[in-house]
């Protein structure tokens, strides 16, 4: 049995309705999930899957959740760094007294540098407590999410100046939704090649490229500005965005400017069968102007 944890979540659920896609067998009775609101998850529970509560910040609640499956898609969780990093150890305490055979994990392109980020922390400890715990495992390294460019440029209210603290710094940029592809790929695979994946597009960019990409598509006027990483903070946290967040998007566009995510590699293709969308693709499904119905 498979079991995805935070399947409430916008990874941990489309990760489920790919497995889904990919093995319609597993709804009888050999795909579960594990959530902290079982409420949540009726439809899943409606198509067969089993649902279960569980709570990685509830280490009591982790046996039950746990209990009978062979493969874990651990889905890294939100919050401040010590929390994670707390729940994540919880999750792979359980897991292994669980018995379960493997464990795949979702974790950050840049956790194997030595960024003394926020992201980079989390995901350093979460992989070295999966290398201490004796269970066999997979790690996959997501890239940044292409669908966070509408957050950045909101569509619908586009500005004329993206002002990231990113220098001339290259991304590779995947969606959510082809993550989540990759990964149920990884849940399903016979045999895994690699203990480290790391899934990133076809190519990279920097934000100014993507900036006059997306104004190009739009057609609304959209310049890229560099700006001091604390002027971007700052920003955040007035605008209402709690600190400790706010200073971890500040640290991940820092290593953007340092070079860190502008590495692209095959692993998407290796899993799935074919590359991810381009960036031109993914700009065009996010800012070309609709036609109103």
């Keep these: 049995m498979i079991l995805v944890t935070g399947a409430n979540g916008q990874l941990g659920r489309r990760i489920v309705q790919h497995l889904i896609a990919r093995d319609p067998a597993l709804l009888g009775g050999q795909l579960a999930v594990s959530v902290r609101d079982p409420a949540r998850a009726g439809d899943l529970a409606n198509r067969g899957v089993r649902v279960r509560q569980g709570d990685f910040g509830q280490p009591e609640s982790l046996a039950a959740a746990f209990a009978g499956a062979e493969r874990l898609v651990l889905v890294s969780t939100d919050g401040p760094r010590e ?6 150890r919880n999750a792979i305490r359980a897991a292994r007294e669980a018995g379960i055979r493997h464990i795949l994990y979702t974790s950050f392109m840049d956790a194997d540098a030595a960024a003394p980020t926020e992201l980079a922390i989390v995901h350093q400890d ?5 290398a201490d715990s004796g269970v ?7 890239t940044i999410y292409a669908d966070d460019l509408c957050l950045l440029v909101a569509p619908d209210r586009q500005q004329d100046v993206l002002r990231l603290p990113a220098g001339d710094g290259a991304v590779s940029l995947v969606s959510r939704n082809e993550l989540a592809q990759a990964i149920a790929a990884a849940a399903l695979a016979p045999r895994l090649d690699k203990r480290v994946y790391t899934l990133t597009g076809q190519s990279s960019a920097n934000y100014a490229d993507i900036a006059g990409r997306i104004a190009r598509v739009s057609g609304k006027p959209l310049a890229y500005q560099n700006v001091a ?13 709690p600190a400790w967040f706010a200073a971890a998007l500040g640290d991940m566009f820092r290593c953007v400017a340092d070079g860190r995510f502008a590495a692209t590699t095959c692993d998407f293709a290796a899993l799935v069968g074919h590359p991810p969308k381009s ?3 993914l700009i065009h499904e996010f800012y070309a102007p609709r036609n109103p119905s």
């Design 126 to 130: 979460t992989e070295a407590a999966l």
């Design 279 to 281: 960036l031109d693709c």
């Design 229 to 241: 990483p604390e002027d971007y903070v700052g920003s955040l946290v007035a605008a209402g965005m």
């Design 83 to 88: 929390v994670r990093i707390a729940q994540h």
């Design 136 to 142: 066999d495992h997979t790690i996959l390294r997501n």
